[in-house]
Structure formats: C-alpha cells, structure tokens
C-alpha cells in the first residue's frame, strides 16, 4: 500500500487527498510526480489494454497499439500563478512531442473545441484566479490512440482505483476531538477523520475505486466529462451547504452575526462565486454539444457513448437551473439583509431625531437671546431709541415663516409667484436685447459704419 497525501490551497482537494490516502493503492498504480518548486504539478500516465484491465507506464506520451490506448493527465496547481506560467508547466510537460499550437489550444482561456492538428481538442477553461474554489479548467486531446487531459488542482475521481478496496466499503470509526480526546477505533474498523467525513457528505457520487475501466477511448472521454459535471455538481452542493447554514444565521437573528456577514461583504462575494460557477457551466454548456457532434463522425466513437454525452449535456443544463436558483436565493437573502440595515439606520435617526426635538427649544432661546438688538426683554436694554428693535426682527421672523407654510399648504400659489419671477426676468432680458440692438444700428435704424480693420 502506498499512502499519498500533497499539499492544496483549498480545503476541499487537502480532504480529497485525504480520503486516497486513506484507500489502499496496488503497486502496479503509481503517479509521476513533478512536484518541485520548479515544476509544482502532479502526472499520471495509464495504458488500457482494451479488456477492462489497466497498467501504469512511465510517461512517453506515445500512443497505443491495436486495442491499446493511452491516457496521459496532467494537474496543475491552484495558486497565484499567471496564464503564461501555466502554460510554461505545460511546455516543460509536454513538449516534444506536443507543438506550440497545441500546447497554446489546451492552455488557453474560454471554451474550445476543433481540430488541432489532427487531433480533437476541446477545452472548458474559466479565467478566473486559479487559486478559487469557483475557476475550473479541464481540456482534453484527444486521437484514436491517445487522451491527454489538463487540469486544474484536484479532480474528484479522475483517476481509477482496484475495485472492492474503496473507502466507502470500510466499516468506519469516526475520529474526533470533540468526544474527550481522539478516538481509538474498534477491532477491524477504519478510523476516519471527521474533516474527511464533512468532505465526504458533499459528494455526489462514489470515489475512484468504483469506477468503470473503460475498454476505448469514446469511454475514457465520457468519463472525463462525467468527472468534471461531478465536480461541478459538488462545488454547487458545498455551495448550498454554505447558504443553508448562513440562512440557518439569519434566522437565529443575531446583531452580531448580521453585522459581520455586513463587514465581510458576505452575499457580494456568493455572487461573484455565482458568477464564476455559471461562466464555467455555461462554458461546458457550449462545448461539449460541439464534442459530441465531431465525436459522432468517428468511426471508434460508440453510439453508446454518443448517448452517455447527451445525457451529460442535459445534466449541465438542470445544473444552469439550479446555480440560478441559488443565485435568486442569494439575492432575497441580500435584499432582507439590507432590510435589516435599514430598520437599524432609521433607529439611530429616530433617537438623533429625539435628540433633535430636546436640544432644538435651547437652540432657539440661546438664539432669541443672544441677538444684537435692542428691546430684548429681560436684558436691561430700556434705551427708548432700541426698545423696538426686537419686536421688529419678531415679525420678520414670523412674516417669513407664514410665507413658507402659505407655499406648502398651497403649491398653486408658489407656482403663481414663481411663474410672476420667470415673466420678470424675460421682460428684463429683452429690454436689455432691444438696447443692445439700438446701439449696434443707431437711432434711424441703418447700421453704424466701423472704421478700421474689416472682419476676417
């Protein structure tokens, strides 16, 4: 048995590693690895013998012979690396016997599927940054003899396992720290850690020692499109586990948790995920009916298969459905989230408001009685040249606050004065227009002759 376990950037591949580390693996399957810090990325090479039966060889990326077929994988790893250091690993990997075009074909962003030189080459590729959860990249090359795939990180039962030694046929003994310390399993079972168990519950399917061997390629190229609509259908699972519990927050109605779903900015990055996850399906959405189509015209592409790629088809598009769905749901969860932020804004304006009506008589009486006037009472101001100075500024005061509440309790009479200004205003323009026009033509009407220089 061979324990396997490297190091990923998200959670989800460290589990993934976990749960093939903890499956027993046959000498006969073993990975070519080129992990360094100079080519991080991981390899597989297998050789089908047509029959059901499957060998590992070392990697030569030649073709098959007779019933033979090869499948060369490559995994690239999810990190801040950029489109053309991506590409570098590939030309390190794959070149010769691979050419610039088609290493450009496989690497490259967006969705594709043609012919490159000979070959078919499909790609569904999102240009995300590959450290997300949400970018996926999976391309394929594909001949009579030969598959080399590409991806990004971690794929979830790309690779074969012996069949009856899966996980899932363990009796397990989860292992946890939370019942008084880590637990010792019982006699025969296996302990499973409970971070691999969580990862387990978001799977949508068995692991890779349930899965088939394909006996030609058209199945070897069904398989890898299952693995990546499987992939896709758990991020979507994981995706929905996270909006479950956040509701099961919002529900609860804790200030704290409220706000700090507000601070971190909780539902704008869903959305942007959401985004990222519908590129990608809609990518796969429209590549792999143009796989299908040029599969069709090959004479070793089975009918089978043919209809295995149309069912898949229809499985992405259910999935559209759904990534929409949650997408909706999001988006009520956001606009009750602002809801929430906006009863609690207009409570602190209601107790500033309250604040307002207290401090607001002091304003007014500070200010009554703080003008420079004469005659305000109670100041020993009895200087009778003064003593109307006061009541004076009152009635203004009081003038212009009937004039304000006359133009709210009647708009037609605000309309009226306003309408009496504009009028005022034209007329003023146009006597100064009609002076202007006597000035420039003088007093007979004929137009005054300039001297000097003309006009040009």
């Known amino acids: ?117 000979g070959a078919l080459v499909f790609r569904v590729n999102s240009p995300g940054p590959p450290s997300s959860n949400f970018t996926f ?56 850690r409970e971070h691999v168990l969580d990862f387990l519950l978001t799977m949508n399917h068995s692991e890779e020692a349930d899965n088939p061997v394909p006996r030609s390629v058209s199945n070897l190229v069904v398989h890898i ?20 519990s956040v509701e099961f927050e919002l529900d609860r109605g804790g ?5 700090q779903m507000i ?10 995920d959401l985004q990222r996850l519908l590129q990608v399906i809609a990518h796969s959405e429209q590549v792999f009916p143009r796989v299908k189509e040029k599969c069709a015209s090959k004479d070793w592409f089975t009918y089978e298969d043919i209809i295995a790629l149309e069912e898949l088809i229809a499985l992405i598009r259910s999935l559209k459905e759904n990534v929409r769905f949650i997408a909706n749901r999001v988006s009520a969860l956001q606009a009750g989230l602002d809801s929430w932020q906006s009863e609690q804004i207009n409570k602190k304006l209601y107790y500033l408001s309250f604040l307002s009506i207290i401090f607001l008589p002091l304003s007014i009486i500070t200010g009554v009685f703080g003008m420079n006037v004469g005659g305000v009472p109670w100041t020993g101001q009895d200087d009778p040249e003064l003593k109307d100075g006061f009541y004076n500024v009152v009635v203004i ?16 009479l605000y309309s009226h004065i306003m309408g009496w200004q504009r009028t005022r205003t034209l007329r003023r323009c146009r006597s100064i227009n009609h002076k202007s026009f006597i000035r420039r033509t003088g007093v007979g009407g004929e137009p005054i002759q300039r001297r000097g220089y003309s006009r040009i």
């Open 1 to 117: 048995m061979e324990m396997n376990e490297i190091e990923q950037n998200d959670a989800g591949a460290a589990s993934a590693e976990d749960v093939d580390s903890e499956s027993s693996q046959p000498r006969s399957y073993r990975e070519n690895h080129l992990y360094s810090s100079h080519h991080p990325v991981r390899r597989k090479a297998y050789i089908f013998d047509g029959d059901g039966s499957y060998y590992n060889q070392e990697w030569s990326l030649k073709e098959g012979k007779g019933k033979e077929f090869c499948w060369y994988h490559v995994e690239l790893p999810k990190g801040k690396q950029k489109l053309s250091q991506l590409a570098q690993y590939l030309i390190d990997v794959l070149c010769p016997p691979l050419k610039l075009q088609d290493i450009l074909s496989l690497a490259s962003n967006g969705p594709f599927c043609g012919h490159v030189d």
């Open 137 to 192: 990249r999976i391309a394929a090359r594909v001949t009579e003899h030969s598959v080399i795939t590409v991806s990004l990180g971690r794929v979830p039962r790309l690779g074969f396992s012996p069949a009856n030694e899966s996980l899932l046929y363990e009796i397990p003994a989860v292992e946890s720290s939370d019942y008084g310390g880590d637990s010792v399993s019982s006699k025969g079972a296996m302990v499973i």
């Open 225 to 244: 499109i299952d693995t990546h609509v499987d992939h896709l259908q758990d991020t979507v699972t994981k995706l929905e586990i996270e909006l479950d």
């Open 255 to 259: 200030f704290d948790s409220k706000q």
């Open 263 to 272: 601070d971190d900015k909780k539902f704008p990055k869903l959305h942007l």
């Open 397 to 412: 005061c009081v003038m212009m606050l009937v004039m304000v509440f006359l133009c709210f309790l009647f708009p037609g």
